[in-house]
């Protein structure tokens, strides 16, 4: 299967600063999510972002799939920005479909 | 709310024991997954069910079963239990059997092995 590297592990950030997490793939996928969890567990999906870039308000990824890499950008961070962000990815075969997440950055935000 | 129910939320039990997990799906969502995640494992992925069939099968021990019912929720049995499975279980649902948009988590339930 593939193998998923994130960095870097662990970021503490001020409020208001920028940050650029990254998210490496072993082998090609056709599917690419990063996820929030944020202190009380819950896990939301942010984008699925297989190629290419996306915007969601402070936030945005960017994909370079012919290099196996994406990257996810948030923009003057706030306390609720504090947690974990999951990279995960899928290389289709039909019948084995299962998504593989990467070890996860621990974003913490300092006010 | 993500639309995902898990129940129950917390789960303390004793070594050896049986314990069912269950999933309700988001409405109109086909596809079930089941993933576990432990401090030192990180998420892993369990099993897929999509519309009632097995669809995908990760690193599930063989003491843990699923299924999906005709009503789409589903359910994880985890038996002889052991200190080391105690996790973070989730499920997640999607609206087909492979696409990356939609896929929703619900909150996880909280099993503890004692």
């Known amino acids: 299967g593939i193998q998923v590297e994130q960095s870097p592990p662990d970021l503490i950030l001020q409020e208001g600063a920028n940050s650029t997490l990254r998210c490496n793939f072993s082998d090609s996928v056709n599917n690419l999510q990063w996820f929030h969890q944020n202190p009380w567990g819950q896990l939301i999906n942010l984008f699925y972002?297989?190629?290419g870039t996306k915007q969601n308000g402070r936030l945005s990824a960017t994909t370079v799939a012919t290099e196996r890499y994406s990257l996810l950008y948030i923009s003057s961070s706030q306390t609720t920005d504090s947690g974990v962000y999951f990279c995960?990815?899928?290389?289709?075969?039909?019948?084995?479909?299962?998504?593989?997440f990467g070890t996860g950055t621990r974003l913490t935000i300092i006010p | 709310d993500s639309g995902v129910t898990q129940t129950p939320k917390h789960l303390i039990t004793a070594t050896g024991q049986r314990v069912t997990l269950r999933c309700s799906p988001r409405s109109g969502d086909l596809s079930v997954y089941w993933y576990q995640q432990s401090l030192d494992q990180g998420l892993q992925f369990l099993i897929q069910y999509y519309n009632g069939e097995e669809r995908a099968k990760g690193n599930i021990l063989e003491r843990f079963s699923a299924q999906q019912f005709p009503d789409l929720h589903s359910e994880l049995n985890l038996s002889s239990l052991e200190l080391g499975d105690s996790a973070l279980y989730f499920c997640?649902?999607?609206?087909?059997?492979?696409?990356?948009?939609?896929?929703?988590f619900g909150s996880g339930t909280r099993l503890t092995v004692v």
């Open positions: 972002i297989p190629s």
């Open positions: 995960a990815g899928r290389k289709t075969n039909f019948g084995n479909e299962k998504l593989t």
């Open positions: 997640a649902s999607s609206v087909c059997s492979d696409c990356g948009y939609g896929y929703t």
